[in-house]
């Protein structure tokens, strides 16, 4: 037996009390039992997408919403910003290009957070553009974006608004939509929200309520006008067959997260960071992004490290599955994903892993090294006694 453990930007670990909380036997969506489960996790959702606005679940993985955020906003022949930095924000670009929406790419060096002063400038050399459609955590970089300076941006412009991926960084960092004049705000089951994949939710702001009221685009599916009649207080329900199994873990994730408290919850996941960051720089590691992100932390593995192979060992010879690169980075990081159902010794598990898999790889390093880095951050998590 090898003993499994995920350390992926999603999947992530899902906790035993959501797996046995699914576990229940269905139940049919609809009915005023489901109604009742539909509307307190609606309610608790506000509270972490921290919006008065309504929330809205969709039986989507994560790229679902962002299509429909770029449906339900804007029209064939629209312009729209949208910063490049990763795999996922080059996403944006892919999708309205289906939709025949123009874009104006921020084309971002990966691992660099976008430059203020170029999102400003595009805003004021296109002031017909309908957004500016951001990553708050570019996973595959994993680097953050300054999205509340970004929204501070479109936020006197009467038909713009700020869209943010926020898949890898709602219930990690700080995203308080209403306060920050955030537009849209997305997010995925399998990140934080410590799920199986098939859930996004998506919340909208009045000023992005009243976009989607001129927009054309086509979609049916993907109608949010049509979903939030449906799934408003007093309707609890969805459109279309919600993900139901995926919704009532929902409901058991959010109470874990309230119960833990939003501020405790983006300590503990700041901590785990600067723990991982600790311990690859102790062992030599070069980091990814100059803006590094809260929930996963990707490093460049040592020259001369089939780094392919590397996190394969990892994965199929010592049971810990990080992920590796995509595209440009292919084969030559890892990122370790701290976002969810994750705790102190989770970083020392990878960090260990880590020093034992680069000594096997003939990259010779002082086993404990990066562990005692980690674990020097991560005492702080237990008060002295
Ligand atoms: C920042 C970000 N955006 C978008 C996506 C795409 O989400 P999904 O794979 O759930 O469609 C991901 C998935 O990893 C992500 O991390």
């Known amino acids: 037996m090898i003993k499994q453990y995920l350390l992926s930007p999603g999947p992530t670990t899902v906790p035993e009390r959501v797996m046995l909380r699914m576990a229940a036997p269905m139940i049919h969506h609809r009915t005023p039992q489901f109604s009742a489960i539909f509307a307190e996790t609606r309610e608790m959702l506000k509270q972490i997408h921290q919006t008065t606005q309504d929330t809205l679940m969709l039986a989507c993985s994560g790229t679902g919403?962002?299509?429909?955020?770029?449906?339900?906003?804007?029209?064939?022949g629209d312009t729209i910003i949208y910063v490049n930095g990763g795999k996922?924000?080059?996403?944006?670009?892919?999708?309205?290009?289906?939709?025949?929406?123009?874009?104006?790419?921020?084309?971002?060096?990966?691992?660099?957070?976008?430059?203020?002063?170029?999102?400003k400038a595009a805003l004021d050399a296109n002031p017909q553009a309908r957004g500016v459609f951001v990553q708050a955590s570019e996973t595959s970089t994993t680097t953050e974006h300054p999205i509340r300076e970004i929204a501070a941006l479109t936020r006197n412009r009467e038909n713009c608004v700020t869209v943010?991926?926020?898949?890898?960084?709602?219930?990690?960092?700080?995203?308080?939509?209403?306060?920050?004049?955030?537009?849209?705000?997305?997010?995925?089951?399998?990140?934080?929200?410590?799920?199986?994949?098939?859930?996004?939710?998506?919340?909208?702001?009045?000023?992005?309520?009243?976009?989607?009221?001129s927009a054309?685009?086509?979609?049916?599916?993907?109608?949010l006008k049509t979903e939030r009649k449906n799934q408003q207080a007093g309707k609890d329900t969805t459109a279309w067959t919600p993900a139901a199994s995926l919704v009532i873990g929902l409901n058991e994730v959010l109470k874990m997260m309230l119960e833990e408290g939003l501020d405790n919850l983006f300590v503990r996941h700041t901590l785990l960071a600067k723990a991982a960051r600790a311990g690859l720089a102790a062992l030599g590691m070069t980091l990814?992004?100059?803006?590094?992100?809260?929930?996963?932390?990707?490093?460049f593995i040592p020259e001369g490290v089939d780094g392919g192979a590397f996190v394969k060992y990892l994965r199929d010879t010592m049971g810990v599955t990080f992920a590796g690169g995509q595209d440009a980075l292919k084969g030559r990081i890892l990122r370790i994903a701290h976002l969810g159902y994750y705790d102190v010794f989770d970083i020392v598990i990878a960090i260990s892993a880590i020093e034992i898999a680069l000594n096997r790889f003939g990259h010779p390093v002082q086993m404990g090294q990066g562990v005692a880095a980690a674990q020097q951050v991560l005492a702080e998590r237990f008060v002295k006694v």
């Open 288 to 299: 990814v992004s100059s803006a590094p992100a809260t929930s996963a932390t990707g490093a």
């Open 164 to 213: 943010v991926d926020a898949i890898t960084a709602l219930g990690v960092i700080n995203i308080p939509m209403d306060d920050w004049g955030l537009d849209v705000v997305i997010s995925g089951s399998q990140k934080a929200f410590m799920l199986p994949p098939g859930l996004a939710t998506i919340a909208l702001s009045q000023k992005a309520w009243r976009l989607a009221e």
């Open 88 to 119: 996922f924000g080059e996403r944006w670009g892919k999708i309205a290009a289906k939709h025949g929406v123009n874009t104006i790419e921020l084309k971002v060096d990966w691992g660099q957070a976008v430059a203020l002063d170029d999102v």
């Open 216 to 223: 054309t685009c086509s979609t049916f599916y993907f109608d």
């Open 65 to 76: 919403a962002m299509e429909a955020s770029i449906i339900n906003l804007c029209s064939t």
